[in-house]
């Protein structure tokens, strides 16, 4: 059985399902802080509570046959990381420090941990390779590069076992149109997009003009959430055969925030209200992946690397779903 921590989110929730696809026994730990019971596969056991509770664990652990970890809960917003870092310290930091004791404890030495392209901060050139400095410039960047270091110290000292995934913008949504994106508040750059064309927000800010890219706003890699739900299950088979790793989950492709819009405004028919304000604290100019690292280790493939295909599938869900899951 895998465990999967924060499998009610966004992107655990797409991990589950490709899970239970696969036919993989999956338990969920969620304390639905943040995700939603809806978004749980049916096929999958649900256990509403908290996977920084050391008892609830430990239980867990001695109940089911837990071969390994998926570990994706945290909190993650860059701005929320800069006001009140003590959270992140809290949830992201001392939180995993007890999930790991209690897997240490009942002998389950393989995770799958969620980090992030934050750990990179301000890269000065790219495509990023793992080799790049890591310089978080916010604390959330900071919370997931703790982690990496420590799961690198229980793999020489513990014979441990981790993958860590540094994803670039997770986007999209499964084309079976059933789950998809649903935060409270919405922070990401394409629901936002979609708030404003079903209506449900006046405008779209866009963040900063003047950056040093050719049409002035920010450029990120966007990566569909399946594609990296199939990257945790490559990830799980080098687990399998003992093996411990970094990599980078992106498609090697920039798309900056005007471009986006574009894409969303040819993919709906609609136009976006936009208005033209200053630059979000934290948010480097250029986040572009280097993939191939995983695509020949892990001989990962993304399926939905067009950023047409992600904008429709996402744009499939919010359409459906413009309550997300409140429905
Ligand atoms: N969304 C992105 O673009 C992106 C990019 C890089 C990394 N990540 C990482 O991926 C992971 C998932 O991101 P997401 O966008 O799906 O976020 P999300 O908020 O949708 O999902 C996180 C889930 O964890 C649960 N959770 C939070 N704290 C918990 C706790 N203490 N105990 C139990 N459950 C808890 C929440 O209820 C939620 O269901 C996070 O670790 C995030 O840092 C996300
Ligand atoms: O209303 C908005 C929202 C976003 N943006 C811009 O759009 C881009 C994408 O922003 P967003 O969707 O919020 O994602 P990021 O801030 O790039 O962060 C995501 O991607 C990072 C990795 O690249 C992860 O670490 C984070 O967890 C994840 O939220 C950025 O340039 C933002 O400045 C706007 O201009 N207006």
């Not at 990401?188 to 900063?208: D, S, Y």
């Not at 790793?245 to 798309?255: D, E, P, R, S």
């Not at 934290?282 to 572009?288: I, N």
């Amino acid at each position: 059985m895998i465990l999967v921590t924060g499998g009610a989110g966004y992107i655990g929730s797409h991990i589950v399902r490709q899970l239970c696809l696969k036919n993989e026994k999956v338990l969920v730990v969620d304390n639905l802080s943040k995700g939603h019971k809806k978004a749980v596969d049916i096929r999958a056991k649900l256990i509403v509570g908290d996977f920084g509770d050391e008892n609830l664990l430990l239980e867990i652990f001695k109940k089911y046959d837990i071969k390994a970890v998926i570990h994706m809960a945290a909190q993650s917003l860059v701005g929320e990381s800069m006001s009140q870092p003590e959270k992140y310290f809290e949830e992201n930091i001392s939180k995993t420090l007890s999930l790991l004791k209690v897997m240490l404890k009942a002998n389950v030495k393989k995770m799958v941990f969620s980090s992030t392209a934050a750990v990179y901060g301000e890269p000065e050139k790219w495509p990023i390779t793992e080799d790049f400095p890591q310089k978080p410039t916010n604390v959330y960047g900071y919370s997931k590069l703790v982690i990496e270091q420590c799961l690198e110290w229980y793999r020489q000292i513990h014979g441990f076992n981790y993958v860590s995934l540094r994803y670039f913008n997770a986007a999209g949504a499964d084309p079976s149109g059933d789950i998809g994106e649903d935060h409270n508040p919405e922070t990401h750059l394409i629901p936002l997009i979609f708030k404003v064309i079903l209506g449900e927000q006046e405008e779209l800010t866009v963040f900063g003009t003047d950056y040093p890219t050719p049409d002035g706003t920010c450029i990120r890699d966007y990566i569909h959430v399946n594609d990296l739900a199939e990257a945790h299950i490559l990830a799980l088979n080098k687990l399998n055969k003992d093996e411990s790793g970094v990599y980078n989950l992106g498609n090697q492709k920039g798309f900056s925030v005007k471009e986006i819009i574009k894409v969303a405004e040819e993919v709906t028919g609609v136009k976006v209200k936009v208005r033209y304000g200053q630059r979000r604290p934290g948010d480097p100019a250029v986040l572009v992946a280097s993939s191939e690292k995983i695509q020949k280790e892990l001989n990962f493939t993304p399926k939905f690397g067009d950023i047409k295909t992600i904008v429709q599938t996402a744009w499939e869900w919010h359409k459906n779903n413009p309550r997300g899951y409140d429905r």
